[in-house]
């Protein structure tokens, strides 16, 4: 017997924008590479952001999916409730970063928005992949 624990949909979606996460850390990090050298605190605020970037986005689906079940009234209480979780959790992160020496918060904050660059670029390349057909 097999457990789910997430639904296809948010699955689907992880396996779109967990790699391009990845590639795009790498990528900051070869790019601040000449100015912090080889530090730690770089590439760990890089996978801490990226890991509440993608806690965020599984609580996003999970939430919509369990909205789209209820009244109106009622969905808009609960999406309201996961986006204060949301920011919770998005300003702990912050929090940490300002805490403790070991991560960056400005490489921590960068991948808050990896989901509006990959979601962006893909819809360019699938535009002008159809104007071309």
């Keep these: 017997m097999r457990v789910r624990l997430l639904s296809p949909m948010i699955t689907k979606e992880l396996k779109f924008l967990a790699p391009r996460a990845l590639i795009l850390d790498c990528i900051i990090f070869l790019i601040l590479l000449p100015f912090y050298k080889l530090c730690a605190e770089i590439p760990l605020g890089l996978a801490a952001g990226t890991l509440v970037m993608l806690l965020n986005f599984i609580i996003l689906g ?6 789209v079940e209820r009244t109106i ?3 808009k209480r609960y999406m309201f409730a996961s986006y204060l979780i949301r920011l919770a959790i998005t300003g702990c992160l912050f929090v940490l970063c300002i805490k403790t020496p070991y991560l960056n918060i400005v490489t921590a904050a960068i991948p808050q928005l990896y989901p509006k660059i990959c ?3 893909n819809a360019a390349v699938q535009a002008r992949k159809e104007g071309k057909d």
Excluded: V
Aim: glycine fraction near 0%.
């Design 62 to 67: 999970l939430s919509s999916e369990r909205a």
């Design 73 to 75: 009234a009622s969905a």
């Design 119 to 121: 979601y962006t670029l």
